[in-house]
């Protein structure tokens, strides 16, 4: 069992930067692929970007591609997403989660998930 904890979000203005973290406990996290994924109203929620247990490799959605950098420290059990130049289209709940096995993209397929911070872009 893996539990996640996000932090991070906040009220920004279009054209800001975020980072947003997650803390994780339980059981070997170096393990696990790890993903964001987030929510807007209304809405799915959507895949944001992921990363292997290895660091090497990442997966982003088209969306987030240039803006977006996720990262991960195996010492500290910690995964970030640093979000640059943010848009009003990408305020939303981001949910921090992880799998075994290589990244997807479909949340179905990941085990354990954190419960939520919100973030806001105001224009």
């Known amino acids: 069992q893996v539990q996640l904890v996000e932090s991070g979000g906040g009220l920004v203005q279009a054209g800001d930067s975020l980072r947003l973290s997650c803390a994780a406990s339980?059981?070997?996290?170096?393990?696990?692929?790890m993903g964001w994924f987030r929510q807007a109203p209304g809405k799915e929620r959507e895949f944001v970007a992921a990363?292997?247990?290895?660091?090497?490799?990442?997966s982003y959605a088209d969306s987030v591609k240039g803006r977006f950098t996720i990262s991960r420290d195996n010492a500290k059990n910690t995964v970030a997403l640093q979000m640059n130049s943010l848009k009003p289209e990408d305020t939303a709940v981001y949910y921090c989660?992880?799998?075994?096995?290589?990244?997807?993209?479909?949340?179905?397929?990941?085990?354990?998930w954190g419960q939520g911070t919100q973030v806001t872009v105001s224009s």
């Open positions: 339980g059981r070997t996290f170096s393990g696990y692929t």
């Open positions: 990363i292997t247990w290895s660091g090497y490799s990442t």
């Open positions: 989660a992880g799998r075994t096995g290589y990244f997807e993209t479909s949340a179905s397929r990941y085990n354990y």
